[in-house]
């Protein structure tokens, strides 16, 4: 041991196809032990494959899984020690809240104090002890989605699954259950592999995000790092809002790389990329890096721009500033809406700091 | 809808309920005639027609007998229907169709046909006539309808239902006995009782692939031959409440039981 946590899964160069179409395409890859691990992606991306893969609901048409130092390839769901939180929570309707936690414990050959130790310690643990005797149509949508993680923590996996676990709630509930899955993620030190479309659940909660399109990786990493330092357009697009700036590059200067956009030099970052000159590349811009002035700012990266479109949306207002004539030389920028008052004049500048231009590989 | 056309539907609804239960008020009226004779006018009432065929042994062992029947049968339909319906379930393999029409065929032939063809059968394999001959007959004609009736309810369980067991260290077996089987309880109930009305009920099957010993039917049957006369009027009544009741109780706890899932 090297000091560094466990590898508890390799994905070790897999690839899965369903007749000629290929879901996931030579996936390689470790998670570590007591990672929140989120696979974000559109619908069809092969994140829902992957995590069936792990759960051994599919089978990989090439390479391995390792679980816990252990080939898990080719053995049924029942034989893993991975345990799943599904889409629809897929509790058994005729069991109580119980039963249904206690279900995985008997099948494991657990004694029936011991079932009910962990039981109750569970149902305490996710505060449903008062729901024991219910059963599942008797309770909310928030509470069906805590027996399921009770009931898929019962047996103590190495790894637990968890498959857009949220999607059925309502969009205030889901803001109090995205904390609490974080804590409780926290607090039981478990290995959580979560898959969801959704960027905002993935930035909030996650340790790690893998991004998916198409069956491959677009980008690992933490959740700062896809956000303001996307490698490709699908990513800085996908998650969150952003400007992507077409442009040529003029140079490399340490680790800023300048850009001719509409004719005007404007200097961005490639985050260890270091395009070469004469290269068309794009870059991305969050509209909350976008800095509006009334005159011209002692900066390097200002340019002079004309208000298009002003939205007052609540906490900000969003501005459509035209810099050139060409059809990409509209920038978005959110600004806090006192701050937006203050822009008196149509002619405003912009400014921003060069490592929040992002300049992508592709 | 116009006015008319309500007033039309309310009428031929009204004429059909008169035609479905007139005769059977009939029915139920002259079991309570004192006398040996069907037919109004009615003099006077009595209970005596009640009391006689509660005393008579024959009807009685009868009953017991027909009861028999209809319970094994009913037992033996649900376990090789419900094979059927998971066996046909949601896989789709070549000759499913086939597999499919086959079993759902003893459902559509004429009652006199395939009774006819199991007399002969069971003489060329050697089967006495008798119970065991007349459960085999009322099963074959009872499994399409608990496959038919488990396979709808097999279509609405959530796949992840299964998953979720198999996850939970479940194999395929024990999956099915501690999840499938409960949620297919509903369907099973409600084939059930279909079954043992069908088998109670049925004439022609028991006559051709009986012994001596008559089914309740068949001795209703025997008895008529011999001349109406009110006892039979009590018997069926008799028969009549007990289905209902049955019947209704089915309904019942299907709905409770549905409406829990």
Redesign the interface.
Known sequence: MTGEKDTIVHIDNVTKRFGSVVAVDQLDMKIMAGEFVTFLGPSGCGKSTTLRMLGGFENPTEGRIVLDGVDVTSQPPNRRDVNMVFQDYALFPHMTVGQNVSFGLELKGKSRPEIERRMTELLDFLQLSGFRDRTPDQLSGGQRQRVALARALAPDPKLLLLDEPLGALDAKLRGQVQIELKDIQKRTGKTFFFVTHDQEEALTMSDRIVVMNAGRVEQDGTPEDLYFRPESRFVAEFIGETNLINGTVRGVEDSAVILDWNGLSIRGSGHGHRPAAGENVTASLRLENVNCHNKKPANQNAVEGRVVSKLFKGSRTSLDIRVGEREDSVIRAYMDAGKAAEIADDQLWISWEPERLTVLRD | MTRNTRILMSVIYWAFIVYLFVPLALMVTMGFKDSKFIGFPIRSWTLDWYATVIQDTEVLSVFGYSMTIAIATTILSLIIGTWVAVFLGPNQFRGKAIIFALACLPAVIPGIISAIALRIFARLIDIEPGMFAIILGHTVHNVPFVALVVMARLSTQ?K??I?????????SI?AFF??TL??L?PALIGAGIFCMLLSFDDFVRAFFLGGYQPTLPVLIFAKLRSGMSPEINAISTIVLIMTAILGLWAERSMRRLNK??
């Open positions: 959530p992840s239902h998953e979720a067991a198999r996850d939970l260290g479940a194999d024990v501690r999840v409960p949620y309880k829990g899932s």
